[in-house]
């Protein structure tokens, strides 16, 4: 087996890893919690951190570099929560930016609406469908179907105009 196996009486200069978690757990569980300011991702970042460096027991050469290589990992590992937490709310806020408030769909007409959508060329109906369903740029369409800005536009266009002449008609009926 080329992994490192630990075992509850594994360590280093003698001590345990239970041992070491035990004297440098708490110390490292105030530096997250001070770090992050909440306590169950503090206990989440100690943990991953113990276990991260638990690997590294044989190559460090004494307790007293425990402490600190725990505290460094626990730091970094914060770091990193933060630093992701931050990535993830700028997303979050440019998608609910972008994300317009939608009409409750019309269910008595939907299955109106895809027949509708069957009935038309397949590039019209596959522009309409990237555009509108989508929510593609123009230029998102024409990139995706593989021509110019303007034939998008065109097919687009064409699309809609054939849709509301047929949505007309079924309304008329």
Same mark, same amino acid.
């Given at each position: 087996? /080329?992994g490192v196996t630990i075992t509850r009486e594994a360590g280093i200069?003698? +001590?345990?890893?239970? &041992?070491? =978690?035990?004297?440098?757990?708490? +110390?490292?569980?105030?530096?997250?919690?001070?770090?992050?300011g909440d306590e169950r991702l503090a206990e989440d970042l100690v943990?991953?951190?113990? %276990?991260?460096?638990?690997?590294?027991?044989?190559?460090? &050469?004494? $307790?007293?570099?425990?402490? *600190? =290589?725990? /505290?460094? $990992?626990?730091? /970094?590992?914060?770091?990193?929560?933060?630093?992701?937490?931050?990535?993830?709310? &700028? =997303?979050?806020?440019?998608?609910?930016?972008?994300?317009?408030?939608? *009409?409750?769909?019309?269910?008595?007409? &939907?299955?109106?609406?895809?027949?509708?959508?069957?009935?038309?060329?397949?590039?019209?109906?596959?522009?309409? !469908?990237?555009? =509108?369903?989508?929510?593609?740029?123009?230029?998102? !369409?024409?990139?995706?179907?593989?021509?110019?800005?303007?034939?998008?536009?065109?097919? %687009?266009?064409?699309?809609?105009?054939?849709?509301?002449?047929?949505?007309?008609?079924? $309304?008329?009926?």
């Amino acid at each position: 087996m /080329n992994g490192v196996t630990i075992t509850r009486e594994a360590g280093i200069g003698g +001590r345990s890893l239970e &041992r070491l =978690y035990q004297e440098h757990g708490p +110390r490292a569980l105030r530096v997250a919690f001070l770090m992050t300011g909440d306590e169950r991702l503090a206990e989440d970042l100690v943990q991953d951190a113990f %276990v991260r460096i638990a690997g590294s027991f044989r190559h460090l &050469r004494s $307790t007293d570099a425990f402490g *600190a =290589y725990l /505290n460094r $990992t626990v730091i /970094n590992l914060a770091k990193d929560s933060f630093r992701r937490n931050v990535v993830e709310g &700028r =997303y979050l806020k440019a998608e609910a930016q972008r994300a317009e408030p939608m *009409a409750a769909p019309d269910l008595g007409r &939907r299955d109106e609406i895809v027949e509708a959508l069957r009935e038309l060329p397949h590039r019209q109906r596959a522009a309409v !469908v990237l555009r =509108y369903l989508e929510d593609m740029s123009e230029q998102g !369409v024409a990139d995706q179907l593989g021509c110019s800005l303007s034939a998008a536009k065109s097919l %687009v266009a064409r699309g809609m105009e054939t849709l509301r002449a047929h949505m007309e008609v079924t $309304t008329d009926d």
